[in-house]
C-alpha cells in the first residue's frame, strides 16, 4: 500500500472501494466517480489484499505477513466483507441483466404488499356507455368477470467462495460467482412462469386457461405453425368475447414458440414475401400486423410438464390484457435478486445467500393456443 494512503480511512470510501474492485474484476455496471480517482490515486492498485491490509489497520488489529492468515482476519473486519458483498451484488445484478426472461415481453407485471394471498379482479371493457336521458340517473357499468388469486412465494439458495480463491486474488470469481447467482435467480422467476403457462391451470369459473369450450385451444390436423393455421388462430383471437359475448376487439402481439419452431415463426413474421410461394410478390400480410416471435426453450424442455416441440401460442400485449401476471413485492419492475453474506468459519469460506420475492399468478383465457397435431 502506498504510504501516503495509511492515513486513509476505508469506511469513507467503501463505496467507491467496493466500485473499484468491481470495475477490476472486469464488471460493467460500475460508477467510478471524482472520489473514486481520488482513492485509486491515493491507495494505488485496488486489490483485494491491499483491501484486507487496509481494513485490518482500520480495524486496529494486527495485519499477518502470511495471505492465509490476512484474508481470514480481515474478513472479522465491518469493511472488508460489505466490500466483498457489494463486488458480488454488483455481478448478481449484471448476471441477472444478462440472462434471457422471455417472458418479460408478455407477462403482466404486478406488485402486491405482503405474503399473503391477494385477489386480482379480471376487468374488461362494458359493451358501451348508456344514453343519458335529461334528469335520468346515470347507471352502473359492470366491468369485472371475475378474479383470480394469488401470493408470492420466496425462493432461495446458498453458494461460498472459499477463502483460497480470495488468497489467490482472484477477482474473476467474485465477478463469476455473483453472475452465476444472478442467472440462477433469473432462471426461477423463468421457470415459474412458464411451469404455470404449461400447466394450463383452471381460473376462478373452474375451466383451463386454455380449453375448447373457451373456443382458444386449437388440435389436430392443419394445427402444426403455417400460414394457413396461423390464419386461422389470428381470426379466434379477433372473435373473443367476454362471458357477455361482447367483442373484445383485442390485437394480437407475439407469437410464443419453442425453438423447434423458431425458423418458421420468423419466416411468418418477418418475410417480406409469403413463405414457401412460388411468386415472390405475393404480400405477407402476417408482416404488416406486426407480430413478434418469441423463441422459448422451455417450452419443448422434457424437465418440464405439458412442454411440447409443436405448439405455439398467441398472446396480447400485456398492457391491454394479461393471460399471466408475474408478481414482485412493493414494486411490480423489481424482480432482482437479495443477497447476504456470512462468514464460514467451520468451511473456511464465505457464504452468500441468494433470495428472490416472485409469484405467478394466471389472469385470464385472452390468448390462444394451437396443440400442432
Known amino acids: 500500500m502506498p504510504y501516503q494512503a495509511r492515513d486513509l480511512k476505508l469506511c469513507d470510501y467503501r463505496d467507491e472501494a467496493t466500485e473499484l474492485l468491481a470495475r477490476n474484476a ?7 466517480s471524482e472520489r473514486s480517482n481520488r482513492f485509486e490515486n491515493l491507495f494505488g492498485d485496488v486489490t483485494l489484499r491491499d483491501l484486507a491490509r487496509a481494513s485490518l489497520r482500520e480495524a486496529g488489529l494486527e495485519i ?5 492468515q490476512l484474508i481470514g482476519r480481515a474478513l472479522t473486519t465491518s469493511d472488508f466483507p460489505k466490500i466483498l458483498s457489494g463486488v ?10 444478462y440472462a434471457s426472461q422471455t417472458f418479460l415481453d408478455w407477462v403482466a407485471k404486478k406488485a402486491v404488499p405482503d405474503f399473503k394471498l391477494a385477489e386480482f379482479p379480471r376487468l374488461v371493457p362494458a359493451a358501451e356507455l348508456f344514453e343519458c336521458i335529461e334528469d335520468d340517473e346515470i347507471r352502473s357499468l359492470v366491468l369485472a368477470e371475475g378474479a383470480e388469486s394469488g401470493r408470492i412465494k420466496t425462493y432461495a439458495g446458498i453458494g461460498a467462495i472459499s477463502r483460497q480463491a480470495l488468497v489467490n486474488d482472484d477477482l474473476g470469481v467474485l465477478q463469476d460467482f455473483g453472475g452465476a447467482l444472478g442467472q440462477t435467480a433469473a432462471n426461477t422467476q423463468s421457470k415459474q412462469v412458464y411451469k404455470k403457462l404449461l400447466e394450463n391451470p383452471a381460473l376462478s369459473d373452474g375451466v383451463a386457461m386454455f380449453h375448447t369450450d373457451r373456443d382458444n385451444l386449437i388440435s389436430g390436423a392443419g394445427s402444426a405453425l403455417s400460414r394457413g393455421s396461423l390464419a386461422g388462430a389470428l381470426k379466434v383471437f379477433r372473435t373473443m368475447t367476454d362471458s357477455n359475448g361482447t367483442p373484445l376487439a383485442i390485437e394480437p402481439k407475439f407469437l410464443l414458440v419453442p425453438p423447434s419452431l423458431e425458423v418458421t415463426a420468423f419466416e411468418l413474421c418477418y418475410s417480406d414475401s409469403v413463405p414457401g410461394q412460388t411468386n415472390s410478390a405475393v404480400m405477407n400480410l402476417f408482416k404488416k400486423i406486426g407480430l413478434v416471435p418469441i423463441v422459448e426453450p422451455r417450452l419443448e424442455s422434457p424437465l418440464f410438464s405439458g412442454s ?6 398467441l398472446l396480447p400485449d400485456p398492457n ?10 412493493g414494486d411490480p419492475n423489481k424482480l432482482q435478486p437479495y443477497v447476504k453474506e456470512k462468514a464460514m468459519f467451520e468451511r473456511d469460506a464465505t457464504e452468500y445467500k441468494a433470495r428472490i420475492d416472485f409469484g405467478v399468478v394466471p389472469m385470464s383465457p385472452y390468448a390462444v393456443k394451437s396443440e400442432g397435431v
Not at 458480488?88 to 441483466?97: H, I, M
Open 88 to 97: 458480488v451484488n454488483k455481478a448478481l445484478d449484471e448476471g441477472f441483466g
Open 320 to 329: 391491454i390484457r394479461s393471460v399471466i401476471a408475474s408478481l414482485a413485492l
Open 64 to 68: 499477518p505477513s502470511d495471505a492465509n
Open 26 to 32: 472486469g464488471l460493467k455496471n460500475c460508477i467510478i
Open 308 to 313: 411440447s416441440s409443436t405448439a405455439w401460442y
